[in-house]
């Protein structure tokens, strides 16, 4: 049970990260490998990512050094507090995952804890010049989220967002904007019994992660 549940985890991460990049795939005029690239500016129907709202990170965090050490993002701590550990931590990288490969790294963790918590580094969709918040915002206005709740984490400017709402189910998924073109996103998923607590630990997580991007340790 526990295993069905983190595999849940991380298929709900993967599809945030890759989501605005899906979404802009039907406004785009050039694949590569079958993902999306951005379309050339004045291609008819694609204006969608000249419109969107942008969002300025005045203070931006380098998330880089932890493209391959996604999990070391999350202090000890914060995994204690959350029933788990960085022994038992699962990194899933480009190299050794296809899917990886476009979105970014990802990082689950496994415990005995209630629900599950899960990471990814939005690293794909900067290099198709779809990062930021800005990309997630173009799904957003092509119909993709039927969830988007702007919030602020730690002074760096966020959304919760899904498919659907599924945060009286015990579900939620968080993206944080860390520059203008790079975002992290959390996910806290399958809090049954409490499922309030879900949207909390998903702050808190990525609170902890921008704690050690900005080296407060």
Same mark, same amino acid.
């Given at each position: 049970?526990?295993?069905?549940m ?8 993967r ?5 605005s990049?899906?979404?802009?795939a039907?406004?785009c005029?050039?694949?590569t ?5 951005p ?7 694609s204006?969608?990512d000249t419109?969107a709202p ?13 493209l391959?050490e996604?999990?070391?993002?999350v202090?000890p +701590?914060?995994?204690?507090? &959350? @029933? ?5 931590? !699962?990194p899933? #990288?480009p190299?050794?995952?296809? /899917? ?8 689950r963790?496994?415990?005995?804890? +209630?629900?599950s918590?899960? &990471? @990814?580094i939005?690293?794909g969709n900067? !290099?198709r010049g #779809?990062?930021?918040l800005?990309? /997630?915002?173009?799904s957003?206005d092509?119909?993709?989220?039927k ?12 959304v919760y967002?899904?498919v659907?709402d ?5 579900d939620c998924d968080?993206a ?7 975002t ?5 998923h ?9 949207c909390?630990?998903?702050?808190e997580?990525a609170?902890?992660?921008?704690q050690?991007?900005?080296?407060e340790r």
């Amino acid at each position: 049970m526990r295993r069905r549940m983190y595999d849940r985890s991380v298929t709900w991460v993967r599809g945030l990260v890759l989501s605005s990049v899906v979404i802009f795939a039907a406004s785009c005029s050039a694949t590569t490998d079958g993902v999306a690239e951005p379309p050339e500016r004045g291609v008819t129907g694609s204006e969608t990512d000249t419109t969107a709202p942008q969002r300025t990170v005045s203070d931006p965090l380098d998330i880089t050094p932890y493209l391959s050490e996604p999990c070391d993002l999350v202090s000890p +701590e914060m995994l204690e507090d &959350l @029933g788990t550990s960085p022994e038992q931590a !699962e990194p899933i #990288l480009p190299e050794d995952d296809e /899917l990886a490969a476009q979105t970014g790294p990802l990082c689950r963790w496994s415990g005995e804890a +209630e629900g599950s918590i899960a &990471l @990814g580094i939005d690293s794909g969709n900067r !290099e198709r010049g #779809l990062g930021g918040l800005k990309g /997630l915002e173009v799904s957003r206005d092509q119909g993709r989220y039927k969830l988007w709740e702007e919030v602020s984490v730690a002074g760096y400017p966020a959304v919760y967002l899904g498919v659907r709402d599924a945060r009286a189910d015990g579900d939620c998924d968080l993206a944080v904007g860390i520059a203008d073109d790079m975002t992290f996103g959390v996910t806290a998923h399958s809090f049954y019994d409490n499922p309030e607590r879900a949207c909390d630990v998903a702050n808190e997580l990525a609170a902890d992660v921008i704690q050690t991007l900005k080296g407060e340790r």
